[in-house]
């Protein structure tokens, strides 16, 4: 059964830092890996979709990489902000109909 | 149209009460999914359906039923829910199971709570 591990859990780093935020998944058989934002309460904003023959996505600030090999992902934000403050899930899409398998997220809070 | 709408955006309902959630999409996706989030947790699938067609029961329990009318629309019916049930429910689409390079779309999701 595939697992998503997303480290770290929560991150408060002050305004204008870079940071990386770590993904890994057990099953390498992956079609694609999708990061998501939620702000508290709220639904879930795609922020990058990474096909498995893909290295990398960007978008903006955002950049994700893939290491399907390894099983590995990063989101990497420049230049953070405090309306970047959110939970970021990063979400594997294996075979089939089935849905998502999603990590625990990551709690970014960034201080002005 | 990039969205999937979910309605109501909050709902408060007795045990005994009977009522639904309503998602809609006019992106032409054709797998549409009902998840239910836990505060501080990730979201749970709960169903999937292909081609308007139920494929995946994630074992719900019956007081959760699932409806999919047609390609645009998909309801959750609630009946004699448990307080536990309250959560954050969400709906999303993606294109075509058979295209699996799709993203998923997600809805701002309805707000339960079961008194």
């Known amino acids: 059964k595939q697992e998503v591990t997303q480290i770290p859990a929560a991150l408060s780093v002050p305004e204008g830092e870079n940071l990386v935020l770590n993904c890994s998944f057990t099953?390498?058989?992956?079609?694609?890996l999708q990061w998501f934002r939620q702000d508290p309460g709220k639904g879930l904003t795609s922020l990058l979709l990474?096909?498995?023959?893909?290295r990398e996505q960007t978008s903006g600030r955002l950049n994700a990489s893939l290491d399907k090999s390894s099983g590995r992902s990063t989101l990497y934000i420049a230049a953070s902000q405090p309306g970047d403050s959110a939970t970021y899930l990063c979400a594997v899409r294996g075979g089939g109909a089935d849905g998502l398998t999603f990590g625990k997220g990551t709690h970014l809070i960034i201080q002005p | 149209d990039t969205e999937v709408t979910q309605t109501p955006k909050h709902l408060v309902m007795g045990m005994t009460n009977k009522k639904s959630l309503k998602c809609e999409q006019h992106?032409?996706?054709?797998?549409m999914y009902w998840y239910k989030q836990k505060a501080k947790k990730p979201p749970e699938l709960m169903f999937v359906?292909?081609?308007?067609?139920?494929?995946i029961n994630e074992s719900v329990p019956s007081r959760f039923s699932p409806e999919c009318p047609n390609s645009s629309l998909l309801n959750l019916h609630l009946h004699a829910l448990q307080p536990e049930d309250s959560a954050l429910y969400l709906c999303?689409?993606?294109?075509?199971?058979?295209?699996?390079?799709?993203?998923?779309?997600f809805g701002s999701g309805t707000r339960l709570t079961v008194v």
């Open positions: 990474i096909q498995s023959s893909q």
């Open positions: 099953d390498s058989a992956i079609y694609n």
């Open positions: 992106m032409g996706h054709r797998a």
């Open positions: 359906y292909s081609y308007e067609k139920l494929s």
């Open positions: 999303a689409s993606s294109q075509a199971p058979g295209l699996i390079t799709g993203g998923y779309t």
